[in-house]
């Protein structure tokens, strides 16, 4: 059974940083495809970043150049490194998992999903 439980979120000052963490269990992150997305209120859900086995990155324009996504083989864990966090980052990330390549699972075709961690930006 594939579990994915995110970690790291909480309340943070604008301009502040977080790293939202994935613990992955049942799923191998050295194969397949892996991702963040984040669900804002009032907004639709959104994707972030992904992340395929060899290291290939997808960004999109929510993740702009504030947002770095990572994985650890080793760890078999997900990563999302945020910087510079404004009051729109605000909202609800999940991690997010897929056996097939990014190319044809990210973002509208990943398999497995976390719960989420919130991220409440404040000034």
């Known amino acids: 059974q594939v579990r994915l439980v995110e970690s790291g979120g909480g309340s943070v000052q604008v301009g502040g940083s977080l790293r939202l963490s994935c613990e992955v269990s049942?799923?191998?992150?050295?194969?397949?495809?892996m991702g963040w997305f984040r669900q804002r209120e009032g907004k639709k859900r959104e994707a972030i970043a992904g992340i395929e086995s060899d290291g290939r990155i997808i960004t999109t324009d929510s993740a702009k150049a504030r947002f770095t996504i990572s994985r650890d083989k080793a760890k078999n864990d997900l990563y999302l490194t945020m910087s510079n966090l404004n009051s729109d980052d605000t909202g609800t990330y999940y991690c997010t998992a897929s056996p097939v390549d990014c190319s044809m699972a990210y973002p509208h075709g990943m398999d497995y999903w976390g719960y989420g961690t919130l991220v409440t930006v404040s000034t």
């Open positions: 049942g799923f191998t992150a050295s194969r397949g495809c």
